[in-house]
C-alpha cells in the first residue's frame, strides 16, 4: 500500500509564510524522487520541486526559487516545502508525489508514478 499523505496547507496574507509536509508509506526499496507538484483552477498540473532520496538532486520551478525550500528526513519518507514570500499566483492544491529513476525533466508530473490527494494553499493579496 503506497500512501502519500500531504498536510500544512492553509489561508495566508501575501507575503507570508507555510510549510507544507507529506508522509511517505509503503514505497521505500525503488523510491528515487519525492516532489511537490501544484495545480491552479484552469491551470495545468505543474512541478514546484523535487529532490532525490538520497538527498542529492535538487530542481525548483523558476517561479519559486528563491523563496521555496523542499527538504527531506534522512530517509526521505517526510519530505517538505517550505514556501516563503507567498503571492497570490501561488494559490493552488499542492501535491505531494513520488517516482523511481527519472531520465528526462525531474519537474515533468507525467514522471511520478504516486500521488498524494493535495492540500490547499491560499494566498490573499
Known amino acids: 500500500q503506497v500512501q502519500l499523505v500531504e498536510s500544512g496547507g492553509g489561508s495566508v496574507q501575501a507575503g507570508g509564510s507555510l510549510r507544507l509536509s507529506c508522509a511517505h508509506s509503503?514505497?521505500?526499496?525503488?523510491?528515487?524522487?519525492n516532489g511537490w507538484f501544484r495545480q491552479a483552477p484552469m491551470k495545468e498540473r505543474e512541478g514546484v520541486g523535487t529532490?532525490?532520496?538520497?538527498?542529492?538532486?535538487?530542481s525548483y520551478a523558476d517561479s519559486v526559487k528563491g523563496r521555496f525550500t523542499i527538504s527531506q528526513d534522512v530517509d526521505g519518507n517526510t519530505v517538505y516545502l517550505l514556501m516563503n514570500s507567498l503571492k497570490p499566483e501561488d494559490t493552488a492544491m499542492y501535491y505531494c508525489a513520488a517516482t523511481g529513476l527519472i531520465v528526462g525533466r525531474k519537474l515533468a508530473p507525467s514522471a511520478y508514478s504516486y500521488w498524494g490527494r493535495g492540500t490547499q494553499v491560499t494566498v490573499s493579496s
Open positions: 509503503g514505497y521505500t526499496a525503488s523510491r528515487k524522487y
Open positions: 529532490i532525490e532520496t538520497s538527498g542529492g538532486i535538487i
